[in-house]
């Protein structure tokens, strides 16, 4: 396969205009977001919706969330991920397989709806984890684009994925909020220098492999701004793959939890990792055949998967 956005493939840096639809199909495969809803997402390559779940809803899964953190198993398994230089969680993978409601919460319509009208067709989950910055030690995550490191070390074909945060917390401006660059989603920043082996054990405490230059990290910002997502627990950002965004570390007391998924589109399912590497584990990157998600709403003290146990 032709790999049109080359990077890491030397010293340079540069920008490439992106190939694909932001919103695919028209954004008439399934009605959820209204029509200035959708121009304001492919403009600015994110839309925040707020208070899209109610308090018992979020409670529930910020409950779920702090058992799994608590839980022996869990911390000693390959899905957590600490803080770089200490020992708080940063990170658990894979909620959607090892939750319980989490487990249901990507088929609830009030998001996968959405993913699919943006996505223009079935969705799967790609990746799926709890981001924690807990009260003085939750660290930064530096500028980048997803799309970048799932192109170049998962081998993402396209840009036909999506992310979904939904905020278990209050985001506000102390506590380490998203922050995102409007527009940058319409331009791909290759990045300089190499992959180290197994790369995916450092960059998911610290990224320094596959993140923009300062030049057309400037470039960006000064066109487009950069945006802090402050809104209450409860609102869900969706935001393009290829959207750059960040975030600074929690100064605060207070935590900054909250849920994310990566929708991707059965149309887009991975190939092998372009130059040469080798795939990174499936609780990163879901490889093989897709589970497409089906509609169901979220029932708080009924899931799925505990009626199933």
């Known amino acids: 396969m032709k790999d049109f956005y080359e990077s890491r493939r030397g010293r340079s840096a540069g920008l490439l205009a992106r ?5 695919y199909e028209g954004g008439t495969y399934v009605q959820a977001l209204d029509p200035a809803q959708l121009q304001a997402y492919e403009r600015d390559g994110f839309i925040v919706l707020p208070e899209v779940f109610g308090t018992d809803e979020v409670q529930a899964l910020r409950d779920e969330v702090d058992a799994l953190c608590r839980d022996p198993s869990v911390q000693a398994s390959e899905e957590v991920i600490r803080e770089p230089g200490g020992d708080a969680l940063r990170s658990i993978f894979r909620i959607h397989e090892i939750g319980r409601l989490l487990a249901d919460l990507p ?15 079935e969705v799967y ?9 807990p009260g003085f030690e939750g660290r930064e995550f530096y500028w980048h684009s997803d799309f970048e490191t799932w192109h170049v070390e998962d081998g993402m074909p396209s840009m036909r994925a999506l992310s979904c945060s939904v905020l278990l917390t209050d985001n506000e401006a102390s506590n380490g909020p998203l922050m995102l660059i409007p527009g940058s989603h319409r331009q791909f920043v290759s990045c300089v220098g190499e992959t180290p082996e197994d790369n995916y054990r450092s960059s998911l405490r610290r990224q320094d492999i596959g993140v923009p230059d300062p030049v057309s990290l400037r470039l960006l910002a000064d066109g ?39 929708y991707n589109s059965v149309h887009n399912t991975l190939v092998d990792p372009f130059h040469g590497m080798k795939p990174r584990p499936s609780h990163i990157a879901a490889r093989g055949e897709p589970e497409v998600l089906t509609p169901a709403p979220l029932k708080v003290g009924e899931s799925r998967a505990t009626a199933a146990a």
Do not use: T
């Open 125 to 133: 989950i790609h990746q799926s984890r709890a981001n924690m910055k």
């Open 107 to 121: 088929r609830d319509p009030r998001l996968l709806d959405v993913a699919r009208q943006i996505l223009g067709s």
């Open 224 to 262: 487009g701004g950069i945006h802090a997502v402050v809104a209450p627990a409860g609102s869900v950002v969706f935001f393009d793959c290829n959207v750059l965004h960040g975030s600074v570390g929690n100064l605060s007391p207070w935590p900054r939890n909250n849920a994310f998924m990566v």
């Open 19 to 23: 190939r694909e639809p932001v919103v």
